[in-house]
């Protein structure tokens, strides 16, 4: 063999080793544990979720699955470890809609959602809910307007936290029926859900499911829930689109990310694997009763969703004049 037939010879098997690479590396993953990286703390959609799927996962794979909470800077701290992370497919990220909330409020992330993340598939939804304490005397949004309007500055209301989905969504809802309620902001869910059902505020906007034991002991009273079909846990309460605001759908978001640049063998073969435990009758009753709605979405269809998302967030901030704080 002459020395450039053997040149060519090398090239050739460079070549074909080169070319089923990433087939390769799609067929025999996993061979190792994969992480799941929460950027939030325990207890939310988002934990509830990872730990639902790692647990399916570890039992499909045979291999082990960690959860990690990564929490800090409304989930930056996370996102950034996993954005810097190999783009093999064993560190993944379960985010949610604050993600797009934060483009809202500051603009501008220590990442780029687009360039920096591929989107593996949308996992679920979390409705949001208002509710209002007995003592408000109101049972729709018709009657708060009313009643705001007969006694403006009388209302006040408790979020999640200044530039949360819960805030913006009330925002919109001021905005779209001229509702007079000063905001306060809480450091979570759970301290505004609190002060209502005490009575220290008439009103607050949070994630449905947490409502939902209050309003069946008659403790709140649910006004509407934002997303376009009514929820589960709160059958009797119309959605706000019922109520006369259209178009109005909103919802937290859960979906699942890897760095950016995996391989598509391997989000596929995740997809596939995700998507048959998501359908298993069991984790679907465990997630209806964290409040979690699964919610069968593709790569493609996440990407629209964040672009979408990020772009009437960003909107309502600059009309509503959300700023972090």
Not at 1 to 10: D, E, G, H, V
Not at 253 to 280: F, N, Q
Not at 290 to 317: C, E, F, M, N
Request: charged residues 15%.
């Amino acid at each position: 063999m002459t020395f450039k037939n053997k040149l060519l010879a090398l090239a050739a098997t460079a070549l074909c080793a080169a070319v089923p690479m990433t087939q390769a590396h799609a067929q025999g993953f996993p061979n190792k544990a994969v992480r799941i990286v929460v950027p939030y703390g325990t207890g939310g959609g988002s934990d509830i979720l990872a730990r639902q799927i790692g647990a399916g996962l570890q039992t499909l794979w045979g291999q082990g699955v960690l959860v990690e909470n990564k929490a800090g800077a409304s989930g930056n701290i996370g996102t950034q470890e996993v954005v810097r992370a190999q783009p093999d497919g064993y560190t993944l990220l379960l985010q949610n809609s604050t993600m797009a909330t934060n483009l809202g409020v500051v603009g501008k992330l220590p990442y780029d959602p687009e360039k920096d993340l591929t989107p593996i598939m949308l996992l679920g939804i979390t409705p949001i809910a208002l509710a209002a304490h007995p003592s408000a005397n109101v049972s729709s949004v018709k009657e708060l307007v009313a009643a705001a309007k007969a006694k403006p500055d009388s209302f006040n209301y408790g979020s999640c936290g200044i530039g949360t989905p819960h805030h913006f969504v009330m925002e919109l809802l001021r905005q779209e029926t001229g509702i007079a309620a000063a905001h306060a902001g809480y450091k979570g869910c759970a301290p505004a859900l609190t002060d209502v059902v005490g009575g220290q505020i008439q009103l607050a906007i949070v994630s449905a499911n947490l409502v939902a034991p209050y309003a069946k002991s008659g403790q709140l009273k649910v006004l509407g829930v934002s997303t376009a079909q009514r929820y589960s846990l709160l059958p009797n309460t119309p959605t706000f689109e019922e109520q006369g605001i259209k178009p109005f759908d909103f919802s937290i978001w859960y979906a699942l990310m890897g760095p950016a640049k995996m391989p598509p063998e391997v989000v596929a073969k995740i997809t596939a694997d995700v998507t048959r435990i998501l359908a298993d009758a069991r984790v679907q009753e465990n997630l209806s009763t964290a409040g979690v709605v699964p919610y069968k979405g593709t790569a493609q269809d996440l990407s629209k969703l964040i672009k979408s998302d990020a772009a009437r967030y960003i909107a309502l901030a600059k009309s509503a004049k959300i700023k972090a704080e």
